[in-house]
């Protein structure tokens, strides 16, 4: 800076500067999104909680700014390798900035401090654990910052998906900096997260800008496992990798195991594929981080120990072979395909095994119990849209609290809508029943018994103001009754090791439903057996997209397009 140029306040760096920087430093033409109105906002110096997604632009949001603004930019991030990534891509732009972590040696912190001290530092890096060594904050006290940024930062919420405990103490950065203005960014995180992040962090008026979570270029489907069988499972994830046979991806499964074995599975079938999960030593992981990164065609095969700040924009699909805990974590994951705005699928295998297996494992976290409890809810805010027949990309714009939301026209929902049916007072019957039976029967009994139909039957049962009040529907029908209530929550499928009992869910919900104040519908079985995520060329009988409006609808047709063009592509012989 210029001597002279101290003498008089500089003018507060305004939004036109900072698209200078975008342009200079990084070649974009433009903010997009909500990242201009992100920038405006902290260079204005206030605490901002910015959720745009993943892909959208997140780091020059404060990058920017802490490069304006007088002073060192102090950025907490989660990973070592998210910060190594982002340091090195700066410094290769010539920005100033440094990260501060274990593997940096004694000599290249002294030359980091120095340079900090000089005034010519923009951005420093630093983890959760680092920022609680006293003698980190003592340093960083000599210094005037110009902002502090926190990266991914939904982990600091107990009630996210991705929760660390290190993040919890980040609040007290409010008294060790009063001041210093904050910005908290995240690509997930639905009402409850955004409001912990602001009280856990003690954010001061904080300005919440949340981007749509509209990912038009996402199609997004869900099938329904027809039976908890592990083999069948693994036959459908290798299915639908081999139709997606050359293309980059992700599967996620619930256990170590499982990743180990659908790999396997997969590499007998010809798939390049990867297995990855927080078993493996990090060196290990690692290289297989770079062979994912490097390769065509490469399948990561993964547990949620996988993705967090994996910058691979060629993601054509990610798969769950078993289901998430959250529609935020679902969010998370199946964001890491088409980030590079191509079509891209996101499908889920869900099953009513799923749903119990989730909440049993919850059962067995040692967390406080309002902790417990809401995401006992969220994971079931999951699977109701997982089994609803609402178009998906509108139920998770909604329940992120995207009022408006129009139909995407391109999930296998709007591709095909289900047939659905009222089925409120089959499932007042079904709830009376369990509970008549006093909660102490598995489901195919409960079922018998309002089928009327139960073998060996005991007049006590015969007795029962329930008994066979379910006659007049098909015991298939009651099935995909009961499983959707367990979806819904309603019922509860207990485990009782192995001899699975059911009971009733959430009680509130349950009153609502025998008031008649909760309607429940249930897809019909046929139309989910004919709802896999293959493509549909009978849209004639598709009465949905007659009333589409003609934006959703004309995206339909690009869609549609480019899958006939992909289609036609995988016919021409090599
Ligand atoms: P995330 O929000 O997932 O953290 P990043 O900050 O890693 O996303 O940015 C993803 C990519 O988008 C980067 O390559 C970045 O340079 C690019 N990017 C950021 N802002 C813009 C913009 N305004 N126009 C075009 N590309 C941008
Ligand atoms: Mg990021
Ligand atoms: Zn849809």
Same mark, same amino acid.
């Given at each position: 800076?210029?001597?002279?140029?101290?003498?008089?306040a500089?003018?507060?760096?305004?939004?036109?500067d900072?698209?200078?920087?975008?342009?200079?430093?990084?070649?974009?033409?433009?903010f997009?999104?909500?990242?201009?109105?992100?920038?405006?906002?902290?260079?204005?110096?206030?605490?901002?909680?910015?959720?745009?997604?993943?892909?959208?632009g997140?780091?020059?949001?404060?990058?920017?700014?802490?490069?304006?603004?007088?002073? !060192?930019?102090?950025?907490?991030s989660?990973? /070592?390798?998210?910060m190594?990534?982002q340091?090195?891509?700066?410094?290769?732009?010539?920005? %100033?900035?440094?990260?501060?972590?274990?593997?940096v040696?004694?000599?290249?912190?002294?030359?980091?401090?120095?340079?900090?001290?000089? $005034?010519?530092?923009?951005?420093?890096?630093?983890?959760?654990?680092? !920022?609680?060594?006293?003698?980190?904050?003592?340093r960083?006290?000599?210094?005037p910052?110009?902002?502090?940024?926190?990266?991914?930062?939904?982990?600091?919420?107990?009630?996210g998906h991705?929760?660390?405990?290190?993040?919890?103490?980040?609040?007290?950065?409010?008294?060790?900096?009063?001041?210093?203005?904050?910005?908290?960014?995240?690509?997930?995180?639905?009402?409850?997260?955004?409001?912990?992040?602001v009280?856990?962090?003690r954010?001061e008026?904080?300005?919440?800008?949340?981007?749509s979570?509209?990912?038009?270029?996402l199609?997004?489907?869900?099938?329904?496992?027809?039976s908890?069988?592990r083999?069948?499972?693994?036959?459908?994830? /290798?299915?639908?990798?081999?139709?997606?046979?050359g293309?980059?991806?992700?599967?996620?499964?619930?256990?170590?195991d499982?990743?180990?074995?659908?790999?396997?599975?997969?590499?007998?079938?010809?798939?390049?594929?990867?297995?990855y999960?927080?078993?493996?030593?990090?060196?290990?992981?690692?290289?297989?981080?770079?062979?994912?990164?490097?390769?065509?065609?490469?399948?990561?095969?993964?547990? /949620?120990?996988?993705?967090?700040?994996?910058?691979?924009?060629?993601?054509?699909?990610v798969?769950?072979?078993?289901p998430p $805990?959250?529609?935020?974590?679902?969010?998370q994951?199946?964001?890491?395909? $088409?980030?590079d705005?191509?079509?891209?699928?996101?499908?889920?295998?869900?099953?009513?095994?799923? /749903?119990?297996?989730?909440?049993?494992?919850?059962?067995?976290?040692?967390?406080?119990?309002?902790?417990?409890?809401?995401?006992?809810?969220?994971?079931?805010? !999951?699977f109701?849209?997982l089994?609803?027949?609402?178009?998906r990309?509108?139920?998770?714009?909604?329940?992120?609290?995207?009022?408006?939301?129009e139909?995407?026209?391109?999930?296998?929902?709007c591709?095909?809508?289900?047939?659905?049916?009222? %089925? =409120?007072?089959?499932?007042?019957?079904?709830?009376?029943?369990?509970?008549?039976?006093?909660?102490?029967?598995?489901?195919?009994?409960?079922?018998?018994?309002?089928l009327?139909k =139960?073998?060996?039957?005991?007049?006590?049962?015969?007795?029962?103001?329930?008994?066979?009040?379910?006659?007049?529907?098909g015991?298939?029908?009651?099935?995909?009754?009961?499983?959707?209530?367990?979806?819904?929550?309603?019922?509860?499928?207990?485990?009782?090791?192995?001899?699975?009992?059911?009971?009733?869910?959430?009680p509130?919900?349950?009153?609502?439903?025998?008031?008649?104040?909760?309607?429940?519908?249930?897809?019909?079985?046929? %139309?989910?057996?004919?709802?896999?995520?293959?493509?549909?060329?009978?849209?004639?009988?598709?009465?949905? !997209?007659?009333?589409?409006?003609?934006?959703?609808?004309?995206?339909?047709? =690009?869609?549609?397009?480019?899958?006939r063009?992909?289609?036609?592509?995988q016919?021409?012989?090599p």
């Amino acid at each position: 800076m210029l001597a002279d140029s101290t003498l008089i306040a500089p003018p507060a760096p305004s939004l036109a500067d900072a698209r200078a920087t975008l342009e200079r430093v990084w070649g974009h033409g433009d903010f997009r999104g909500r990242q201009a109105e992100v920038v405006t906002e902290i260079l204005a110096g206030r605490d901002v909680v910015a959720v745009l997604p993943t892909g959208g632009g997140k780091s020059v949001c404060y990058q920017i700014p802490a490069m304006l603004r007088p002073g !060192l930019g102090l950025v907490v991030s989660p990973l /070592i390798a998210l910060m190594t990534d982002q340091v090195e891509a700066l410094k290769q732009q010539g920005v %100033a900035a440094a990260r501060l972590d274990s593997g940096v040696s004694m000599d290249d912190r002294s030359a980091i401090w120095r340079q900090a001290r000089a $005034g010519e530092l923009d951005l420093l890096y630093v983890s959760p654990e680092g !920022l609680a060594q006293p003698h980190l904050i003592d340093r960083l006290h000599d210094l005037p910052l110009s902002l502090i940024a926190i990266d991914e930062a939904h982990c600091v919420s107990q009630w996210g998906h991705d929760f660390r405990p290190d993040y919890r103490t980040l609040g007290r950065l409010a008294e060790l900096f009063p001041g210093v203005p904050r910005i908290a960014v995240t690509a997930t995180a639905d009402a409850r997260t955004r409001d912990d992040i602001v009280r856990s962090l003690r954010l001061e008026d904080a300005k919440v800008v949340v981007d749509s979570f509209a990912r038009p270029n996402l199609q997004l489907s869900a099938i329904r496992k027809e039976s908890a069988s592990r083999a069948r499972t693994d036959a459908a994830v /290798i299915d639908l990798v081999r139709q997606r046979r050359g293309k980059s991806g992700v599967v996620y499964c619930g256990s170590r195991d499982g990743c180990e074995r659908v790999a396997e599975a997969l590499r007998a079938a010809g798939t390049n594929a990867i297995a990855y999960h927080a078993g493996m030593e990090a060196r290990d992981r690692d290289r297989r981080l770079e062979r994912f990164l490097a390769e065509d065609g490469a399948v990561m095969v993964a547990t /949620i120990a996988f993705g967090m700040g994996v910058d691979k924009a060629d993601v054509r699909f990610v798969i769950h072979a078993d289901p998430p $805990g959250s529609l935020e974590a679902y969010w998370q994951e199946i964001g890491r395909a $088409g980030r590079d705005g191509e079509p891209a699928d996101g499908i889920t295998l869900y099953g009513p095994s799923d /749903i119990a297996w989730t909440l049993k494992r919850l059962e067995g976290r040692p967390m406080a119990e309002e902790v417990k409890a809401v995401q006992v809810k969220k994971a079931r805010q !999951l699977f109701a849209m997982l089994d609803g027949a609402v178009c998906r990309a509108q139920a998770v714009r909604r329940y992120f609290g995207e009022e408006g939301a129009e139909r995407c026209g391109v999930c296998d929902l709007c591709l095909d809508p289900p047939a659905v049916f009222d %089925a =409120t007072v089959p499932a007042q019957k079904a709830l009376a029943a369990v509970q008549r039976l006093g909660e102490r029967f598995g489901k195919n009994r409960v079922i018998d018994h309002l089928l009327g139909k =139960t073998k060996d039957v005991q007049p006590w049962e015969t007795a029962l103001s329930t008994w066979a009040i379910g006659a007049d529907t098909g015991q298939h029908t009651w099935r995909d009754i009961v499983d959707h209530l367990m979806f819904e929550g309603l019922l509860v499928e207990d485990p009782n090791e192995g001899k699975p009992l059911v009971r009733l869910g959430d009680p509130e919900a349950v009153r609502a439903v025998y008031r008649g104040e909760r309607a429940i519908e249930v897809r019909a079985a046929a %139309a989910r057996a004919a709802s896999a995520p293959r493509e549909r060329t009978r849209t004639g009988r598709n009465a949905a !997209l007659e009333t589409m409006d003609a934006d959703v609808r004309a995206r339909f047709e =690009t869609l549609r397009a480019w899958r006939r063009d992909r289609a036609a592509e995988q016919h021409v012989p090599p």
